[in-house]
């Protein structure tokens, strides 16, 4: 046997599902005058200043499946992003991190990049983030015991994480939400799993609520952003 043809065959051949992003033909600047327009549709107190406009310029360049960069969960020095890993934003209530993935979600609506989760140009679809806030999926077990569209689907934005009810009963099982979502869908490399929360991404609170092998994923899954300053929703 050739094992230099089988390794190069091996190369080849898409033995797992694999995340393929395509770039937008439209330039970052005329996408950031889009995402200005969204916002202040939204509010006309919404502003990109100099707290939120590297979360928002990188984070746009990762929608539009550019190169980007993210900080180092902990050095917060700058990192090159990875266009297959989804997205965290910490920051304090009222920051703007939850406005932050809707207004990109908005973004996404009108633009209409597409993405493959298996790595086939014709199964490419419409790039949308599926935003629900953590304690609606912890609500929705309570009643359906079911969690499974938020652990098969391709794309999922969970906002305030960490703000949930940490476990729920549906008919006498009692089940930590995220933490089992979290768990399932950081063993796929075809999955895109993007969050908010109150808490920067490796805060010893996540291990305390969720164990030290989500925190642990939580690094692996995600390009990480921080959006300080005070509450916007005051201004």
């Not at 950031?32 to 990188?58: C, H, K, W």
């Not at 086939?120 to 077990?141: F, G, N, P, Q, T």
Request: with cysteine; hydrophobic share 35%.
């Amino acid at each position: 046997m050739d094992i230099d043809k089988l390794i190069e065959s091996i190369k080849d051949t898409p033995y797992f599902p694999a995340i393929k992003r395509y770039s937008s033909t439209i330039s970052v600047d005329d996408a950031l005058r889009v995402v200005r327009q969204i916002g202040m549709s939204r509010t006309p107190r919404f502003v990109i200043d100099d707290e939120n406009t590297f979360a928002y310029t990188n984070i746009i360049r990762w929608y539009l499946g550019k190169s980007f960069k993210c900080l180092n969960p902990t050095t917060k020095q700058l990192a090159d992003g990875r266009l297959d890993k989804g997205i965290y934003i910490a920051g304090n209530t009222g920051s703007g991190k939850s406005w932050c993935m809707e207004i990109i979600n908005a973004l996404a609506n009108v633009l209409r990049n597409k993405i493959s989760f298996s790595g086939d140009d014709d199964e490419a679809d419409k790039m949308s983030l599926h935003i629900v806030r953590a304690d609606d999926i912890v609500s929705d077990y309570q009643l359906t015991g079911n969690i499974e569209r938020y652990k098969r689907a391709s794309i999922l934005t969970i906002q305030d994480l960490g703000q949930e009810q940490l476990e729920a009963m549906y008919m006498g099982n009692r089940l930590n939400v995220l933490k089992s979502i979290i768990e399932y869908r950081g063993d796929f490399a075809n999955k895109i799993t993007c969050f908010t929360s109150n808490y920067p991404i490796n805060h010893s609170q996540l291990c305390d609520m969720y164990g030290d092998r989500v925190a642990s994923r939580l690094i692996e899954m995600c390009n990480y952003y921080e959006i300080k300053g005070s509450d916007r929703r005051k201004l």
